[in-house]
């Protein structure tokens, strides 16, 4: 963290740190020492050791409300003592270290040694993941390297973490800098030619990482620039630097005070380690409490750039803004900006427009909540954000399979307890699956755990349903489900409205990625009707629109995969569709929008007959109801393996293809029958029953 005014501590910090952050370091620096390795619990900088506590395992609970922490140990494949995988749902300690931390970390880091500028590398106990990138941190004017403390725990899981210290007394010019950044990625690239780079660089360091990507366009670097600086000639405290140079020493110290409260929002600075599962007023006092803490660490910021520094690092951030932005055009590198629209201290809004229409390759991501020291502000985790936005690779393409993370245990309570978590309270999902010998049972028994799964179905309105069964298979069976969808949706002009598709492992729906996710025995979720069902017109409710060719069914054999119908019903009880694509075309204006939009959007289907073809995306207009209540049935699973006839008998597979097609609207029936004998289908009884006997994945249903 850092700002561009000059020093790196925000004005407010959470107070609570029962998990300090715990270290194994290298330190290298310009004068190309060899590298010291320290002990496992311990970070040295400048000479000085902050010992942290050791982190203990987590285990997997449930807490009620349906939200899960650790029990166990993960179980995953390693290799030479190096993680291959991650496991659903992994510890990625976000919210085990706050801002005090970073205050504790600078501390010791600003102690003057006389030496140069230099890299730390806060490494885990184990290492990261087999073929792990480089991902080297610049800070801002702060120059202490500690503005990614919150992070490291996640990030160290994927990457080889370097973070660059800049003492407080050192007087490097820019271009030094940046031969120093320029000398290490030159190194490591000789070595993985084949791995991308990161650089992250924030405020000040944003202008830094452009200032080397411009450099060298041979490079694979893949930068993400956070609140940069390059804006700095438009920032709205320009007017006070001049103040700053003719103000007395003695008054100095004032000036961290005086600024501080301009470069962030002091809530979420207070709320990192505060659960979003309390009490209100249990929140509220440990908010207060967080705040309170305020006056003991705002001194420290004084050290952390005295007024000589102050001065010398203003120079050098307009030096570096000038640098960068006039290199621009030379960027080759892959760029995602993360931008504050609260941003007092620079307009990175506006910035972040700018370097979109500036760049090559540039993805933007606004956080309209937040303020400029975005990465020590609560609801930020930059991991999530790198994989929300495909940006995570080991090599020079992003795979879909080999690269992707799935989602940690704070992510999935943080999409379901709060991104999604009216909806979740809404549909008051229930699930019931069938066993071998045709019984239906609650919960997901009957689906096997051992891939490779397609789990097929109908398509409800808007995709209702994905939400309540991609969750229900990781809670209950820690499975993550890649559902495969409309490329437009990943791929199109607004993708970035999708991003939570993304860190779900969605993929887009094309025949390679069915192929490759059937031969990495995946569990693959897969509707033939597509778009054509989940925007259906008025009147077409659970009415399935599948092509007339058995698209997938041959593939499942080649494989051998297990065939899973399932049927899922309840958007009549929580929409009525008011108005569909037909009375939207002919709305002024908007119906021009849509049909504009659909001839830019990636096609589908062009060349396919019949209904499923209608492949028009737009949004319905729908009307909330007093929800009823989701209902999913999993057919019983259909056994592939050793049924050669399919692959070489088309009849065969159309036959298959049929039955499949024909369970699916049994199962349908059924559970629209079944919902009327539900006496908690209503949401004022499942309030009710929930408040006074159990969570809400536990509220009864009908007897199946």
């Given at each position: ?5 000059g ?10 740190s029962e998990?300090k952050?715990?270290f ?19 970070v ?5 050791s ?11 609970v449930d ?11 993960e179980?995953?494949r ?10 659903p ?13 970073y ?5 010791e880091?600003?102690k003057?040694?006389?030496?140069p ?15 792990s ?12 390297g ?19 210290h ?12 940046v031969k120093?950044?320029?000398?290490t990625i ?13 650089l992250?660089?924030?405020s ?9 990507a411009?450099?060298n366009p041979?490079?694979?670097l893949?930068?993400i620039l ?7 000639e ?15 020493e ?10 501080s409260f301009v ?13 979003n ?11 207060s ?7 003991p ?11 000589e520094?102050?001065l010398?690092?203003?120079?050098l951030?307009r ?18 900006v ?11 809004w506006d910035?972040a ?10 993805t ?7 303020g ?13 954000v ?10 020079r393409?992003?795979d ?8 940690s ?20 999902s229930a699930?019931?699956s069938?066993l ?9 028994a009957?689906v ?6 397609i ?12 939400y309540?069964l991609v969750?229900e ?5 820690k499975i993550?489900v890649?559902?495969l969808?409309h490329?437009?949706?990943l ?13 779900f ?11 490759k ?22 009147g077409e409710?659970y009415?399935?629109?599948w ?6 069914v ?5 494989f ?17 569709l008011v108005?569909?694509y037909?009375?939207?075309?002919k ?8 049909i504009?939009?659909?001839n830019?959007a990636?096609k589908?289907?062009e060349?396919t ?9 737009f ?8 929800p009823?209540r989701?209902?999913?049935l999993?057919?019983k699973?259909?056994?592939t393996?050793g ?6 008998d088309k ?20 559970l629209?029958k079944?919902r ?11 309030t ?6 159990s969570?809400?994945d ?7």
């Open positions: 963290m850092a700002s561009v005014i020093f790196g501590g925000p004005h407010f910090f959470a107070l609570s998990n952050p715990r194994r370091v290298q330190v290298r620096s310009l004068g190309n020492q060899d590298a010291s390795v320290l002990p496992s619990d311990s040295v900088v400048n000479g000085a902050v010992v942290g506590e050791r982190e203990g395992s987590r285990p997997l807490q009620g409300n349906g939200s899960l922490r650790h029990k166990v140990k179980k995953p390693i290799e030479d003592g190096v993680l291959e995988s991650l496991e749902l992994w510890d990625d300690g976000y919210g085990t270290v706050t801002v005090k931390d205050f504790d970390a600078t501390e880091m600003i003057p040694d006389g030496g500028p230099r890299w730390f590398s806060p490494l885990a106990h184990n290492p990261p993941l087999k073929d990138p480089v991902l080297l941190f610049l800070p801002g004017l702060d120059g202490t500690c503005g990614l403390i919150l992070h490291h725990k996640a990030l160290q899981k994927v990457f080889e973490v370097r973070c660059l800049i003492p407080v007394n050192d007087r490097t010019p820019f271009e030094g800098l120093l950044v320029e000398e030159r190194v490591e690239h000789a070595s993985s030619p084949n791995k991308p780079i990161y992250v660089g924030d000040f360091g944003g202008c830094l990482s452009l200032a080397v411009a450099r041979t490079i694979d893949v930068l956070v609140n940069p600086a390059t804006s700095i438009r920032s709205q405290l320009l007017p006070l630097f001049p103040i700053l140079e003719a103000m007395p003695e008054l100095h110290i004032t000036v961290p005070y005086l600024l470069m962030g929002d002091p809530i979420k600075m207070a709320t990192v380690n505060i659960k599962r309390l009490p209100p007023g249990l929140k509220f006092t440990q908010i409490q967080n705040l309170t803490a305020l006056l660490c705002l001194s420290s910021l004084a050290d952390i750039i005295p007024r520094t102050l010398w690092k203003l120079k951030l030096s570096a803004a000038g640098y960068a932005n006039s290199r621009l055009h030379a960027v080759k590198a892959e760029v995602l993360l931008a504050s629209d609260k941003d007092n201290m620079v307009p990175s910035e427009e700018r370097l979109r229409n500036s760049l090559q390759n540039c933007v991501r606004h956080f309209p909540d937040n400029h020291t975005l990465l020590l502000e609560d609801g930020v985790n930059l991991l999530t790198i994989k929300r936005t495909l940006k995570y690779r080991r090599s393409k992003h879909g399979f080999s690269d992707f993370l799935p989602p245990m704070t992510e999935f309570n943080y999409t379901f307890d709060e991104t999604v978590g009216l909806l979740r309270f809404a549909a008051g699930f019931f069938t071998e010998d045709g019984t239906v049972v609650r919960g997901l009957g096997p755990i051992e891939g490779p799964v789990i097929v179905g109908y398509h409800n309105l808007m995709g209702l349903e994905l309540s969750e298979f990781l809670r209950e069976k993550m890649r559902g969808a490329p437009e949706l791929l199109g002009k607004s993708s970035a409205d999708f991003d939570l598709f993304k860190l492992g969605a993929l887009p729906v094309t025949a390679r990625n069915l192929f996710a059937l031969s990495s025995n995946s569990h693959v979720l897969l509707y033939p009707g597509g778009a054509r069902e989940a925007l259906h017109y008025k409710e009415k399935l629109f092509p007339d060719q058995p698209e997938f041959r593939m499942a054999a080649r051998g995969a297990t065939i899973v119908p399932f049927a899922a019903v309840g958007e009549d009880d929580l929409l009525e108005l569909d037909n009375d939207i075309k709305i002024p204006v908007v119906g021009d929008y849509f504009n939009g659909n830019d990636i589908l289907r060349d007959p019949g209904e499923v073809a209608n492949q028009d995306l949004f319905p207009g729908v009307l909330p109801k007093l009823g989701y209902y999913h999993f057919g699973p259909i056994v393996k049924r050669e006839e399919i692959l070489k009849d065969s597979a159309n036959k298959l293809y049929l039955e499949i097609q024909s369970e699916i609207e049994r199962s349908l029936a059924y629209i079944k009327e004998e539900d006496p908690y289908r209503n949401l004022i009884d499942r009710v029953y929930r408040a006074l006997y969570r809400l536990e509220i009864p249903t009908f007897e199946p």
